[in-house]
């Protein structure tokens, strides 16, 4: 299985910030990659796909990169709307293993 | 407009069976692969089945952690998927979302759209 490391797992940050979040896959995964945004009680959301395309009415405050082994999540300027618990998912092979999670908190 | 809506989730004893239930609606769900993904409480997700379309033969992908327990399967007349779960264990108790697959970039992936979730307890 393709183990795929979240990091950090936790951030605390002000409204305004630049966050990056990480994640780390096992092994090549080339760029099949999502991204999903989860708000307490909620379902998660699709952010991207492709590991940096924007999901349609998606604000494009979100961006996605990498290749490989290695992707981030980047929000350009953090709302108060954007403080939520984040996974990455690979869909290079079965099963579709998720990320730990990284969630946001307001510093 | 998209809807997933599940059903089926109850408080059910250790080795009992369940049959969640997820009424698709908004897009032509013959079309499209469908999975199953759920949330123990306080933790993280954890992707559990997928089921192909028609054109690839309704195939199935299963996680080590439900294979051979767990079974989805889909009725395109209905517009409907399912999860048969048996032989429940404690560590099942989970809420049970399921998603809608999407191609993207040649990949089929999941969970463009999701629905509430469905919250099934497994406890004596």
């Known amino acids: 299985d393709i183990q795929m490391t979240q990091s950090p797992s936790s951030l605390s940050a002000s409204v305004g910030d630049r966050v990056t979040i990480t994640c780390r896959a096992s092994?090549?995964?080339?760029?099949?990659l999502a991204w999903f945004q989860q708000k307490p009680g909620k379902a998660p959301k699709s952010l991207i796909y492709?590991?940096?395309s924007l999901q349609s009415g998606v604000p494009s405050k979100f961006s996605g990169s990498g290749s490989g082994t290695d992707f981030t999540l980047t929000i350009s300027s953090l709302q108060p709307e954007d403080f939520a618990t984040y996974y990455c998912?690979?869909?290079?092979?079965?099963?579709?293993?998720f990320g730990g999670g990284t969630k946001v908190q307001i510093k | 407009e998209v809807q997933l809506v599940e059903s089926g989730g109850n408080l059910v004893q250790p080795g009992g069976s369940l049959r969640l239930s997820c009424a698709a609606s908004?897009?032509?769900?013959?079309?499209?692969?469908m999975d199953w993904v759920r949330q123990a409480p306080g933790k993280g997700l954890e992707w559990l089945a997928r089921?192909?379309?028609?054109?690839?033969?309704?195939?199935?992908e299963y996680a080590a952690s439900v294979k051979g327990r767990f079974t989805v399967s889909r009725d395109d007349s209905k517009n409907s998927l399912y999860l048969q779960m048996n032989s429940l264990k404690t560590e099942d108790t989970a809420v049970y979302f399921c998603?809608?697959?999407?191609?993207?970039?040649?990949?089929?992936?999941?969970?463009?759209?999701w629905g509430q979730g469905t919250l099934v307890t497994v406890s004596s």
């Open positions: 089921i192909r379309n028609k054109a690839n033969s309704y195939t199935t």
């Open positions: 492709a590991a940096s």
């Open positions: 998603t809608k697959g999407y191609r993207g970039g040649g990949t089929w992936y999941s969970g463009d759209y």
């Open positions: 092994q090549g995964i080339d760029n099949d």
């Open positions: 908004g897009f032509i769900f013959s079309d499209h692969y």
């Open positions: 998912q690979q869909h290079k092979s079965y099963p579709l293993t």
